[in-house]
């Protein structure tokens, strides 16, 4: 589909007005109508309170009249200070692509609407795909801009705490309980708190390590983060536009730091969560903090090293020891995808360099429902594998075994459904394809004795240290140690889709009140943050039970 710009922002424009007049009475048919068959509607909170998608026409138009009259959305126009409306090419498929703006009853959002013409209905031009977004909550709007904070309490009473000694005492918590305890100080824990914080709700960071960062500056010496840097900005606070593409764990760890002290996040390090009980009856939990530290560090030069495991953190850890002088070998488990971090990794994020802006690139990407990101995948991750063919052929010849995961789908949902399975390329791979760094199949291995592996062949594979870069147990089992095995079945699996189209029990209400989860990439934790800290805010005030 191919129009003008301003024909095109006309057709959405049009779209939106019967969509509002057709929720408003609401009328089945009219609502049907507006809608292709094979179309989606994903929405963030706006009208549902949930994260959820409907997909196919029937499925939306049930939920849409359900939901219209609680929530009352009104005022859908094109936002005319985002991207405008624009001809675009999504999933293999062309499309009118719009954002727009809206308001319920309760609060104000944003949304995404992806129209396409009907051959079996005179090429009428019908929503393939919808998102609806909670922006804010009314009355409890971020302070932000013209509402932030003026400071006037320090700095016009002299005799009174000046703004230093407000912060300290705001983060001792020594006459009073945070409203939410924030566990884990990584991306994921700063996002939230971030978040937390600008919707006025009293939020602590508990963390085992001894100093803010530490969760990425006591990782292996080598590390980087694989992804380009203008995708992984925190909330708030853009990475400075000087900062490298990818960006080294230490560098990471300082910016952590300063994120901490500009957001005024209240942080306590060496602190471990040792775990809590909830109180149905009062709607508290009770949990039990304690103060931890210790280091350790060893060199391998001229060593024997034998790392198990083939995704990110094998290869990584591999290829830090080689560099640092040990003989190595890798000890593949199961086959792995293989995809050189530059371009062919970089691929799924050609939307940040089309032009919009971070927020509207964010609000795009939420867009995108299930079955479209997975055939989208499918089409990068081929695109991929031919770039990437003389590695992937050299890998093979060394025995390397090579998937591209379920259904050809790549490694984006390899992370999505289990975590790992991958590895992004910056040099491992090509040393093993060399035979720098040497290569073993774990089936091969008959047993571990004290001087390395046997092999069933009868040889033995010298090992002075043997890694198990093999990945981490499930939040499942954080939650059953740390809260007890009926909160664990109760709360049920955590991550993966199952038989959905959202990430179960992440970014979301859980089964357990009071319990929540927010992990992932950067961009998921500065995107969903503003979600989840949404919900948290609207159970605060009672908008939610």
């Given at each position: ?419 790992g399975g991958y590895y992004f390329n910056v040099g491992c ?111 605060e005030l009672g908008l939610l039970p």
């Amino acid at each position: 589909m191919l129009a003008r710009a301003d024909t095109v922002a006309t057709i959405a424009e049009s779209w939106l007005a019967r969509f509002e007049a057709a929720l408003a009475a609401p009328s089945l048919a009219r609502l049907e109508g507006l809608f292709h068959a094979d179309s989606h509607w994903r929405d963030l909170l706006a009208l549902t309170w949930h994260i959820k998608t409907a997909s196919g026409s029937d499925a939306i138009v049930r939920e849409l009249a359900t939901r219209a009259g609680r929530a009352r959305p009104t005022g859908f126009k094109i936002d005319l200070h985002r991207t405008a409306p624009r001809n675009v090419r999504r999933a293999g498929t062309d499309a009118i692509e719009a954002i727009f703006g809206f308001e319920t009853v309760e609060g104000r959002g944003s949304g995404v609407l992806r129209l396409t013409p009907d051959a079996d209905d005179g090429n009428t031009v019908k929503a393939w795909t919808l998102l609806t977004a909670l922006d804010e909550i009314k009355g409890h709007e971020e302070r932000l801009g013209r509402s932030r904070p003026q400071g006037k309490a320090y700095s016009r009473d002299f005799r009174g705490p000046n703004w230093l000694d407000l912060r300290k005492a705001a983060a001792e918590y020594d006459d009073r309980d945070p409203a939410v305890l924030v566990v884990g100080g990584g991306q994921a824990g700063l996002s939230i708190a971030a978040r937390l914080a600008q919707l006025g709700l009293d939020t602590l960071i508990v963390d085992r390590e001894a100093r803010i960062g530490d969760n990425w500056r006591k990782r292996y010496h080598a590390l980087v983060l694989h992804n380009q840097v203008h995708v992984n900005h925190l909330p708030y606070m853009p990475f400075p536009p000087n900062w490298p593409t990818y960006i080294p764990k230490d560098k990471l760890a300082a910016w952590f730091e300063a994120y901490v002290e500009s957001m005024e996040l209240n942080y306590w390090t060496a602190t471990e969560f040792e775990g809590g009980s909830y109180d149905e009856k009062a709607k508290r939990w009770s949990v039990v903090l304690r103060r931890a530290d210790g280091t350790q560090r060893q060199v391998w030069r001229g060593k024997n090293v034998l790392v198990i495991g083939s995704g990110n953190s094998g290869h990584d850890i591999a290829q830090d020891l080689h560099s640092a002088g040990a003989k190595v070998m890798l000890v593949q488990r199961s086959s792995t995808m293989i995809v050189n971090v530059e371009p062919s990794a970089q691929l799924q994020y050609a939307l940040y360099d089309e032009g919009p802006s971070l927020e509207d690139c964010d609000l795009i990407t939420t867009s995108m429902p299930l079955s479209l990101v997975r055939k989208s995948h499918i089409v990068l991750t081929e695109t991929a594998r031919n770039m990437d063919k003389e590695l992937l052929d050299g890998l093979e010849r060394r025995g390397f075994k090579l998937d591209f995961g379920e259904d050809g789908t790549g490694w984006q949902f390899k992370y999505l459904t289990r975590g790992g399975g991958y590895y992004f390329n910056v040099g491992c791979s090509d040393l093993i394809v060399k035979g720098e760094i040497g290569l073993a199949q774990f089936s091969d291995i008959a047993s571990f004795v004290p001087t390395g592996a046997r092999m069933r062949s009868g040889e033995t594979l010298a090992a002075d240290l043997i890694v198990l870069a093999t990945g981490y147990k499930g939040q499942e089992y954080l939650v059953s140690k740390l809260f007890g095995d009926d909160v664990a079945y109760r709360v049920g699996p955590i991550w993966g889709f199952g038989d959905g189209q959202e990430l179960r029990n992440m970014f979301a209400r859980t089964a357990q009140p009071g319990l929540w989860f927010i992990a992932g990439s950067f961009a998921q934790c500065r995107i969903y943050s503003k979600y989840l800290g949404l919900q948290i805010k609207a159970c605060e005030l009672g908008l939610l039970p």
